[in-house]
């Protein structure tokens, strides 16, 4: 079966809980039955990604099922524990929260940073390592297991604010996004940086599941698979403009927009394709932000959903393998949940 053929469109849940734009959507481990939103009005909210219902229509949601309220600035982004006990949340705090989902307490905050706090990702067996990624141009390493507020290491390579992170636990590697135009990814094992030049800031870097290629979102409206070794361009996405038409809609396609915000693209369909969202067109403001999806074989477009009248950017995008569901969170405040 192609990608194509079984990408899912169809609108399942919109969730109403925030009162501002979200930036970061994950699902819960596993099978991906909870989601976490984090926006910026100061909140995380944990939901059902799918409600309980016979209901084949789309069903709206306006109150999570916990609020995790600590952040006093913007949320820009969460990473959960696989065992779904725990997640992490940075934002404009110049902090790093870790957080029991159950008990809905930090148990640590970790404040080494001098500005927004815009990545986090678990690492390290059991996911004991927090990694953040921050406006001071550094990536920190947090050990969740000592009692110490020091980073255990801080990597200084970038030259302007650390965007994106994204660790690949087969290979001990970490990738990170920076404005300063580069992707960089560190091997952690064997001491040694990589650095692919990009000419354009970068707002998202995402590894495949093997760890062989490396996604990454730059501010030119393009989308670029990397070859994690050599830096060599396995495909890029984004150049739909010549696209006759979208199997969604059948017209013409919109075309993909990323010039000004930090917008997350991922792996999805068990790296078969390319998800990412987008913000507006310049040349049509009036025109909606969508949710791309490409082939990544072919780099063909496969699907351009429209994210909602008023909905001038999706700036973050979350696949479940095991749920076959994604959710795009949009500026207007919504996360929308596709089956």
């Known amino acids: 079966m192609t990608a194509k053929g079984a990408f899912p469109t169809q609108l399942a849940h919109t969730l109403k809980t925030h009162n ?36 084949s229509s789309a069903i709206e949601t306006t109150s999570p099922i916990q609020k995790y309220e600590a952040h006093g600035y913007s949320v820009l982004d969460i990473a959960v524990a696989s065992d779904n006990s725990r997640f992490a949340s940075v934002g404009g705090d110049r902090q790093v929260f870790l957080w029991d989902v159950e008990q809905g307490i930090t148990t640590r905050r970790w404040g080494g940073h001098n500005a927004r706090v815009e990545a986090v990702q678990f690492a390290g067996e059991d996911d004991a390592v927090v990694v953040s990624g ?14 110490s507020h020091k980073p255990i290491q801080t990597l200084t ?13 087969p290979t001990y590697s970490i990738a990170s996004g920076s404005y300063d135009g580069r992707a960089r990814v560190y091997d952690i094992r064997m001491g040694r940086t990589t650095v692919d030049v990009l000419g354009h800031p970068v707002t998202s870097v995402r590894y495949s599941s093997d760890g062989n290629a490396l996604l990454t979102s730059t ?15 396995l495909k890029a996405f984004g150049q739909n403009d010549n696209a006759k038409h979208t199997p969604v809609t059948g017209q013409k396609p919109p075309t993909y927009c990323n010039t000004e915000l930090r917008i997350r693209s991922v792996f999805a369909k068990a790296d078969a394709v390319v998800l990412s969202g987008s913000e507006s067109g310049k040349d049509d403001p009036s025109h909606p932000a969508h949710v791309f999806a490409w082939d990544v074989l ?38 929308k949940v596709y089956r």
């Open 219 to 233: 501010l030119d409206s393009r989308i670029r698979m990397l070859d994690r070794d050599d830096g060599k361009l």
């Open 134 to 147: 921050s406006a001071d141009t550094t990536v920190n390493i947090w050990d969740g297991r000592s009692n």
């Open 20 to 55: 501002g734009p979200v930036n970061a959507v994950t699902f819960s481990g596993g099978a991906g039955t909870y989601i976490l939103t984090g926006s910026s009005d100061r909140a995380v909210h944990l939901s059902r990604a799918i409600p309980n219902s016979s209901d």
């Open 157 to 169: 390579e970038a030259s302007d604010t650390v965007s994106s992170l994204h660790v690949n636990m």
């Open 298 to 335: 072919s780099g063909e477009l496969i699907a351009a959903i429209p994210a909602g009248e008023k909905v001038k950017a999706v700036s973050c995008v979350a696949w479940n393998e095991k749920g076959k569901s994604w959710a795009g969170g949009c500026s207007d405040g919504t996360v």
